[in-house]
């Protein structure tokens, strides 16, 4: 009982409605008539075909549909319900007369009262989606800070859509160029990489106390005097000379050669010496700290015996090369001292021989003890000679001499001035003439002289060689082991998580680098 009253009120209200559309509906037909009786000017609009006016003119939403449908009829793109009836006011028909509506109730009725063929029965049973074409109708009119509103989020969305775009494209060039070949680095060192152990050891090179008082002996106790052998040593344990002794002695190639090592680390069957080389770099790490004068070494292998093995071979190999070093050094200076030496000697026997052919050449073993006795024999015959005439004389002065006393006297000086004679002879002959013995005397002297010198000369080399073959032992140079090499019982390498992170930083690195080029290359070119 109490819907009743419900259901009039609002039967009325739709009559109200329904009388007010036909007074609007009606006041319009009667504008359009007159607007289409009386001529209008080019450029003054028709009454009833602008928006605002039909707006205004409080057509109902039934209304609005019959508008559009009966535009579509006629083929108008129209972009709104009122913007289909003012097209339709516009071509001169009148949306709301009856002719018109009756027509299109005819055409809904014809399509209604049509027998329904199979295709219709499938599109009725079995609903399908319409797709609507899309027409390039003009938009509404917007007013100025819609339009700004509008542009202000289409900017918006534009920037947004980009953003995203370039960060996918980052993110793809990252997965790329930084991810993936990290991926496949990581992948080796897991799963792919041969293990490797590590054998460490630590050498020094001594030599002996130097001498006190000298640089040599203020160095000999600090690092600085082995430095230069330290520093050889470890460029030949560097060098291919070591790779080919180890080679030779432990067969260094064969045991990289083995099919059960990884591809990167396995050496060839027909690898070239280059190749042995640079894989022997790789896996014999040496380093010198010249603050202590210690050489660490550190040989890698597959096998822990076999590092060991390696890094003793290269200690002995380095042990021989310090010998010879320290061999050769007191060779060359033992050289200079024998030569010395030897030379000395070699001058001594020369004036030795010089003053023995000298004394030869006289017969004499002392000319001057000659010299001297002919002197003394010459002084006596003369006195004998002198005291004879004196003799002579005291005779001759009797006034009755004897004449056998004075003949014999006077034979006595005869035979002595003969003696004296022959004896001035040879003095004159000792003393005079290039083989004279007062010659003869004096180059003896001198030979005797010079033997003198090349005895000091030779004792002098002699200590000369003394104390060089004294220094040289002093700069003997040793090699003492200070830790030895030891099998290790876990590898050590590859160090698969450092390795890792290396690998991404160097890959990202190199991915910055081209990026920051390419934008640089790229903001040069567009200025």
């Known amino acids: 009982m109490t819907t009743k009253p419900k259901v009039r009120k609002y039967n009325l209200r739709r009559k109200r409605q329904s009388e007010g559309s036909a007074d609007a509906r009606a006041d319009a037909i009667s504008r359009i008539r007159n607007a289409t009786q009386a001529p209008a000017a080019a450029n003054e609009p028709q009454p009833g075909t602008e928006l605002g006016e039909i707006k205004h003119e ?29 097209l339709l006011r516009k071509k001169g028909i009148d949306p709301f007369e009856r002719t018109n509506l009756l027509d ?84 080796y060192f ?32 600090t690092q600085f005097a082995t430095a230069q052998d330290s520093i050889s040593v470890q460029d030949f344990l560097e060098s291919k000379e070591a790779m080919l002794l180890l080679d030779r002695d432990a067969g260094f190639s064969d045991v990289f050669k083995q099919d059960w090592i990884d591809p990167i680390q396995r050496l060839e069957p027909n690898a070239t010496l280059e190749d042995a080389y640079k894989l022997y770099k790789h896996m014999i790490t040496i380093g010198y700290d010249p603050t202590d004068g210690i050489i660490r070494m550190e040989v890698a292998a597959p096998d822990p015996q076999t590092s060991a093995e390696f890094s003793e071979r290269l200690i002995s190999y380095a042990e021989d090369r310090v010998n010879t070093l320290s061999g050769k050094k007191r060779e060359d200076q033992m050289r200079e001292a024998s030569q010395s030496f030897e030379a000395a000697q070699e001058s001594r026997r020369q004036a030795q021989e010089d003053l023995i052919e000298l004394q030869l050449q006289g017969a004499v073993l002392d000319p001057e003890n000659v010299i001297v006795s002919l002197r003394a024999r010459i002084n006596e015959i003369e006195i004998l000679l002198q005291d ?28 002595l001035e003969a003696v004296l004679e022959e004896l001035n002879a040879e003095m004159l002959d000792a003393s005079a003439g290039e083989n004279s013995l007062a010659r003869l005397s004096v180059r003896i002297q001198m030979a005797q002289a010079d033997l003198v010198a090349r005895d000091m000369m030779l004792q002098t080399a002699m200590q000369q060689m003394e104390s060089t073959r004294t220094e040289a032992n002093r700069k003997v140079r040793y090699l003492t082991v200070s830790v030895n090499p030891i099998p290790s019982q876990e590898p050590s390498y590859p160090r698969k998580f450092e390795n890792t992170i290396l690998a991404f930083l160097l890959f990202a690195g190199i991915y910055l680098m081209i990026s920051l080029t390419a934008s640089v290359l790229r903001e040069q070119v567009s200025s």
């Open 388 to 415: 004879k005439e004196l003799e002579l004389a005291a005779l001759l002065d009797n006034l009755r001499p004897n004449k056998a006393k004075v003949d014999g006297v006077s034979a006595d000086i005869a035979r």
């Open 190 to 221: 897991y799963r792919v990489a041969t293990p490797m152990y590590a054998s460490d050891s630590s050498f020094s090179i001594l030599q002996a106390d130097g001498a006190a008082g000298s640089i040599g002996g203020l160095l000999s106790g």
């Open 104 to 187: 299109l109730a005819a055409a809904k009725q014809t399509d209604e009262n049509r027998k329904p063929t199979a295709k219709d029965k499938i599109k009725i049973q079995l609903p399908q989606t319409v797709q609507n074409k899309q027409q390039n109708l003009p938009g509404p009119e917007l007013s100025p800070s819609e339009r700004r509103d509008h542009e202000i989020g289409q900017i918006q969305k534009d920037i947004a859509r980009r953003r995203r775009r370039k960060l996918f494209t980052l993110f793809a060039r990252l997965a790329a160029f930084v991810m993936l070949p990290t991926l496949v680095v990581g992948y």
């Open 58 to 86: 409080g057509l109902t939403g039934r209304q609005l549909r019959v508008a559009r449908r009966l535009a579509q009829k006629h083929g108008l793109a129209a972009t709104s319900d009122y913007d289909a009836v003012r």
